[in-house]
T-cell receptor, first 113, second 109 residues
Framework: NAGVTQTPKFRVLKTGQSMTLLCAQD?????MYWYRQDPGMGLRLIHY???????AKGEVPDGYNVSRLKKQNFLLGLESAAPSQTSVYFC????????????FGPGTRLLVL | EDQVTQSPEALRLQEGESSSLNCSYT??????LFWYRQDPGKGPEFLFT???AGEEKEKERLKATLTKKESFLHITAPKPEDSATYLC??????????FGAGTRLFVKA
């Protein structure tokens, strides 16, 4: 099993450009999450999904959109990138509320100029 | 307000020098406390889950304990390969997991 994979690993964007980050998991987990990690701060939840076709806002959702068309995939979109979105983005998945341990992907480093 | 604070921010140890990392929390309705290890340039890797005060879990040189207000990650006789950032996270009510900023551990041979 590959676990949780993320594409791309690194990306540079100009302000105003758009992009989509892809997360895939092969553990048949119901729940998936997108976090951002900034220096000196804990991981902060952007959006999450409790199942195929569902999404919900987390702690810092502004400027991001998500979609969960297939159970194994969770996409994070930036419609108009801003320098404040420079960060490392992590995707995670978990089996569900009864099995709440989250398993993380390797991360995507995003630099917005 | 729900909050998770980890201390110290950084810890430098000599190989074999045991120590503890602290995670203090204030949440309403604790549903689980998690410890993760994160290596540079990688995603967090799950270590332990604790659910109730008094619970303890061990894995190799690591032992996690939980009280009503804090958790400790004890590292016994650390080795250089234990160098990493250790993250604490608390699952509160609703659908909310709060992460601490982490403790960076450096173990020198």
């Amino acid at each position: 099993n590959a676990g949780v994979t993320q594409t791309p690993k690194f990306r540079v964007l100009k302000t105003g450009q758009s992009m989509t980050l892809l997360c895939a998991q092969d553990m048949n987990h119901e729940y998936m999450y997108w976090y951002r990690q900034d220096p000196g701060m804990g991981l902060r939840l952007i959006h999450y999904s409790v199942g195929e076709g569902t999404t919900a806002k987390g702690e810092v959702p502004d400027g991001y959109n998500v979609s969960r068309l297939k159970k194994q995939n969770f996409l994070l979109g930036l419609e108009s990138a801003a320098p404040s979105q420079t960060s490392v983005y992590f995707c995670a998945s978990s089996r569900g509320l009864a099995q709440e341990t989250q398993y993380f992907g390797p991360g995507t480093r995003l630099l917005v100029l | 307000e729900d909050q998770v604070t980890q201390s110290p921010e950084a810890l430098r140890l000599q190989e074999g020098e045991s120590s503890s990392l602290n995670c203090s929390y204030t949440v309403s309705g604790l549903r689980g406390l998690f410890w993760y290890r994160q290596d540079p340039g990688k995603g967090p890797e799950f270590l332990f889950t604790l659910y109730s005060a008094g619970e303890e879990k061990e894995k190799e040189r690591l032992k996690a304990t939980l009280t009503k207000k804090e958790s400790f990650l004890h590292i016994t006789a650390p080795k250089p390969e234990d160098s990493a950032t250790y993250l604490c996270a608390v699952r509160a009510g609703g659908f909310k997991t709060i992460f601490g900023a982490g403790t960076r551990l450096f173990v020198k041979a």
